[in-house]
């Protein structure tokens, strides 16, 4: 959206693309966030990617919480 000056907001739609902080390490608490990370880092190591990416969205949601917390993960908002 734009408010007709040229200058962009951020949406109310919750965000689902990503990319990993190559410079960020952290040993993630829970076993499903620990199975998420490990397949962005094998899927995705340097690249963004889509929550749509990963078969199961439980562990998705679950492991991007967590990943975010701990500043692991950079979203990309909609704007």
Known sequence: MSTGEG?????????TVFKRDINRNYNLKSK????????VLTRFPALGFSTRAFN????AKIGVKECLENELLNPYPVL
């Open 32 to 39: 499903a966030s620990r199975v998420f990370f490990n397949d």
């Open 7 to 15: 200058k962009t907001k951020e949406s109310e739609i919750r965000t």
């Open 56 to 59: 199961d969205e439980i562990t």
